[in-house]
């Protein structure tokens, strides 16, 4: 992966950044509702520097980054999940994955969110239009993964991941994504916050849960304040009184390399290297989607591969 350096070559800010960006994990009601919050100012903000995104296409990829990253809490082992979205409206669609280790990449399927008018947006419902979300785990001891699929109801990430347990799985689920922008448009901060009830969970505590999570304020904007993660959650779940378990770090990393692109390249059918070594173009430029790292070969480096 080529990751752009967002911290100016200063070692110890970029390290600083990436202390906080962590998961934890954490159970509640005497072990009845388990749940995950996740600190991911670093994360998105790199995310958006290597895919060159703006506001708008931050917050959608970014609410997707988060989501992924909070549902790695229900995995063990080498488990990986991926979060997918088709639809009909400017949004188009994004695929995004994470696994155990905390590791999270994805793109949007546009470049750019074309808005009717993006200062009269007020919600991103309107942006995603009908289409599909699809949850896909890649479970260590399973011989297939196991997808699950369901319509968007309502535009939100969120929202429709929580319908998407209920339906899929027939467990209850809420879900809080957050990022907060300040007065430049940057991102000050970003993180969510994911709870699921265990079998047998006593609905009243349930609903107790639910309703605090969504009367919270954004994560996010706390975050940028300098609250931590585990203070957030020991506050303002208090009356359930939340145990915490562990903590795994969060980062955007992509497991694409120059080694890996050239192996595509020799991969190509016979008739396609040919045209490559005769045609150019030089250099060629091999792009991950998943990233937006790019890898470019000279005329040199593709004869050393190719011939």
């Known amino acids: 992966?080529?990751?752009?350096?967002?911290?100016?070559?200063?070692?110890?800010?970029?390290?600083?950044?990436?202390?906080?960006d962590q998961s934890y994990r954490f159970v509640m009601a005497d072990g009845q509702i388990r749940g995950a919050v996740v600190h991911a100012t670093r994360m998105i903000n790199e995310m958006r520097a290597n895919h060159e995104l703006g506001p708008l296409e931050t917050l959608v990829l970014g609410h997707a980054y988060i989501a992924v990253a909070l549902l790695c809490a229900t995995l063990k082992g080498?488990?990986?999940?991926?979060?997918?979205?088709?639809?009909?409206?400017?949004?188009?669609?994004?695929?995004?994955e994470a696994n155990v280790a905390g590791e999270v990449r994805g793109y949007l399927k546009t470049q750019k969110i074309h808005a009717?008018?993006?200062?009269?947006?007020?919600s991103l419902?309107?942006?995603f239009g009908a289409g599909f979300l699809t949850v896909t785990k890649y479970l260590e001891d399973a011989r297939t993964p196991y997808s699950g699929k369901i319509p968007l109801?309502?535009?939100?990430?969120?929202?429709?991941?929580?319908?998407?347990?209920?339906?899929?799985?027939?467990?209850?689920?809420?879900?809080?994504?957050?990022?907060?922008?300040?007065?430049?448009?940057?991102?000050?901060?970003?993180?969510?916050?994911?709870?699921?009830?265990?079998?047998?969970?006593?609905?009243n505590q349930v609903a107790e849960a639910?309703?605090?999570?969504?009367?919270?304020?954004?994560a996010g904007r706390a975050f940028a304040t300098g609250v931590s993660p585990e203070a957030l959650i020991t506050k303002d779940f208090a009356p359930l009184?939340?145990?915490?378990?562990?903590?795994?770090?969060?980062?955007?990393?992509?497991?694409?390399?120059?080694?890996?692109?050239?192996?595509?390249?020799?991969?190509?059918?016979?008739?396609?290297?040919?045209?490559?070594?005769?045609?150019?173009?030089?250099?060629?430029?091999?792009?991950?989607?998943?990233?937006?790292?790019?890898?470019?070969?000279?005329?040199?480096?593709?004869?050393?591969?190719?011939?």
């Open 210 to 218: 639910e309703n605090i999570l969504q009367s919270l304020d954004s």
């Open 153 to 203: 109801e309502y535009g939100s990430i969120a929202e429709d991941l929580a319908v998407y347990f209920l339906k899929s799985e027939q467990i209850p689920t809420g879900l809080k994504l957050s990022i907060f922008f300040d007065e430049h448009q940057e991102v000050a901060g970003a993180g969510g916050i994911f709870l699921q009830a265990m079998p047998g969970a006593d609905p």
């Open 241 to 307: 009184a939340p145990c915490f378990l562990d903590q795994t770090r969060v980062e955007f990393f992509c497991r694409c390399s120059r080694n890996r692109m050239q192996g595509y390249i020799k991969g190509l059918a016979p008739e396609d290297r040919a045209d490559i070594l005769e045609n150019g173009p030089f250099p060629l430029e091999v792009r991950c989607h998943h990233c937006n790292s790019v890898y470019r070969f000279t005329e040199k480096d593709l004869k050393a591969i190719l011939d």
């Open 125 to 127: 419902s309107s942006l």
């Open 78 to 96: 080498r488990d990986r999940i991926s979060l997918a979205i088709q639809c009909s409206g400017p949004v188009t669609g994004l695929d995004v």
């Open 116 to 122: 009717p008018d993006p200062d009269q947006v007020t």
């Open 1 to 20: 992966m080529i990751k752009k350096d967002i911290f100016n070559h200063d070692i110890k800010a970029r390290f600083q950044a990436g202390a906080r």
